[in-house]
């Protein structure tokens, strides 16, 4: 079964941190581009960081820069999404999406650049 299967959300005070994964099954992430996206609530998805397949372009959201990273270790067949220094706003449903051979636009992929998705993981940030 293909699938993109998420982990490590969760709570945490503000200015904490957390990271969280994305396992892929029944498909490699090699030549996927690979991305996050969140969404608060009653809020669009909005796209995180983004890293394309060949690692040559690549997208950070300007509220990321700074705090969080996105890394891939292809012997696990898994992407990370490391989030530090955590503040209210980020409290959102995260979600992990790959595609094959895809790349980052400049301005942000938007969520049609992306076939496979995360079932999301609920992160909430308190002060």
């Known amino acids: 079964q293909v699938q993109l299967v998420e982990s490590g959300g969760g709570s945490v005070r503000f200015g904490g941190s957390l990271r969280l994964s994305c396992t892929a099954s029944?498909?490699?992430?090699?030549?996927?581009?690979t991305a996050w996206f969140r969404q608060a609530l009653g809020k669009q998805r909005e796209p995180v960081l983004c890293?394309?397949?060949?690692?040559?372009?690549?997208y950070t959201a300007p509220f990321a820069k700074g705090r969080f990273s996105i890394s891939r270790d292809t012997a696990q067949n898994t992407m990370y999404l490391q989030l530090n220094d955590l503040e209210d706003v980020d409290t959102a449903v995260y979600f992990c999406?790959?595609?094959?051979?895809?790349?980052?636009?400049?301005?942000?992929?938007?969520?049609?650049?992306?076939?496979?998705w995360g079932q999301g993981t609920q992160v909430t940030v308190s002060s």
């Open positions: 999406a790959a595609e094959y051979l895809g790349g980052c636009r400049r301005r942000g992929p938007p969520e049609d650049d992306f076939d496979r």
């Open positions: 029944g498909f490699s992430l090699d030549q996927h581009a």
């Open positions: 890293l394309s397949s060949s690692g040559a372009s690549s």
